[in-house]
């Protein structure tokens, strides 16, 4: 039963969430379509086929990432990368980019627990890295 609930909710949550980041693809490569030509016409042909192209490898990459063996592979691969970057990586960045901000920008010993908080986020993120493909691999 709960894979079956788990099977509804990404029915609904990844439309969602693969629009969000197809929006934020085409942005990054494409421009955000304010672009004109030098006559002052938009070229809507040419860009709707370059967002066509990016949805097509958006969905590719979806099904390629589908086709490893299993969808617990994935979503440890996916959610260990993503949350021990966003929980051990990114905010001794942040702590230190504010403290040099504010400071004269040079080392201050003061930093040195936030480097290590990052470092083991950088194990940590290795760790799931490595493990996970040597699973799908084996």
């Known amino acids: 039963a709960l894979k079956i609930l788990l099977c509804v909710d990404l029915l609904f949550t ?3 969430v693969f629009s969000s980041g197809r929006q934020i693809l085409e942005n990054v490569l494409i ?3 304010t672009d004109k030509k030098e006559g002052g016409e938009d070229d809507s ?3 709707a ?3 066509t192209a990016v949805t097509g490898g958006a969905v590719a ?3 390629g990432l589908s086709q490893v063996g299993g969808f617990g592979v994935v979503a440890n691969l996916i959610g260990g990368v993503a949350q021990g970057t966003l929980a051990f990586i990114i905010p001794p960045a942040i702590a230190v980019a504010l403290s040099r901000r504010n400071g004269d920008g040079s080392f201050d010993a003061s930093e040195i627990p936030q480097f290590m908080i ?5 194990a940590v993120v290795s760790s ?3 493990f996970t493909l040597v699973e799908v691999l084996s």
């Open 118 to 122: 990052g470092t083991f986020g950088v």
């Open 49 to 51: 086929l370059s967002r």
């Open 45 to 47: 042909a040419s860009l």
């Open 14 to 16: 990844f439309p969602v």
């Open 31 to 33: 421009g955000d379509g």
């Open 61 to 63: 990459t979806c099904f």
């Open 128 to 130: 799931v890295t490595y």
